[in-house]
């Protein structure tokens, strides 16, 4: 629903606490509604799991995240179900693993498993993120036919690092890596496999970039256009 917040933070220095959404059903999570764990200095990473045997919707702003905030091991995001819609309406709404500014440790991976179709629009992402210097997560993306539609793009990345301009949502999968600062993280590779067509458009995009100082990650793409 909106504005729900189902949170774990996590700060032991030898295990981290997993959450686990199973439901026969969908799963939707409206306007700024998070499902998320932040770890911090963990030795095992937790596991972000979203299992439906339906639709899974995330809309207007929601969000499932984890974040790792020191030197530990991100929590991962492992997502199965029979369709996923990512639909923004312009606020930012994602499934993504991060480290945020300064930290030493690395972001989670991102395993989508979708039986059926995958759409991404709006100011949707799908992704990881590094912003210190552990290496950013490695993305991987497997559905029947996967659409992205960039348009009506407009919502920003306001955990961007502090003191430099806020970092544009742009409409799709990727992986980045974000710090300025020497040693910065490399980014995750990408890597998308549909048994069906991939479409993307005004937009839309599935990339590995850099924005700072770290190296970039692959992408690689195996699917009908």
């Known amino acids: 629903g909106g504005n729900s917040v189902v949170q774990i933070t996590n700060s032991n220095a030898t295990a981290g606490g997993s959450l686990s959404l199973r439901a026969n059903g969908g799963v939707s999570l409206g306007t700024g509604a998070q499902v998320s764990i932040s770890t911090r200095n963990g030795a095992v990473a937790p596991v972000l799991e979203v299992t439906s045997g339906s639709v899974i919707t995330l809309a207007s702003g929601a969000g499932i995240f984890t974040r790792e905030t020191a030197a530990g091991a991100g929590a991962s995001i492992a997502i199965t179900g029979a369709a996923l819609t990512l639909q923004g309406s312009g606020a930012a709404t994602v499934i993504q693993t991060a480290t945020t500014a300064g930290a030493a440790g690395s972001a989670g991976i991102v395993t989508l498993d979708i039986t059926g179709v995958i759409d991404v629009s709006d100011s949707g992402s799908i992704g990881s993120v590094t912003r210190g210097s552990g290496a950013g997560g490695s993305v991987s993306v497997t559905s029947a036919s996967l659409n992205i539609d960039g348009s009506n793009q407009g919502a920003f990345d306001h955990d961007a690092n502090p003191g430099t301009p806020d970092v544009p949502i742009v409409t799709?999968?990727?992986?980045?890596?974000?710090?300025?600062?020497?040693?910065?993280?490399?980014?995750?590779?990408?890597?998308?496999?549909?048994t069906g067509g991939i479409s993307l458009i005004?937009?839309?995009?599935i990339k590995a970039e850099t924005v700072g100082a770290g190296s970039t990650g692959t992408v690689t793409i195996h699917g009908l256009s």
């Open 172 to 194: 799709g999968i990727s992986s980045s890596t974000e710090s300025a600062l020497v040693g910065a993280g490399a980014a995750g590779n990408v890597s998308v496999t549909t």
């Open 202 to 205: 005004n937009g839309g995009i």
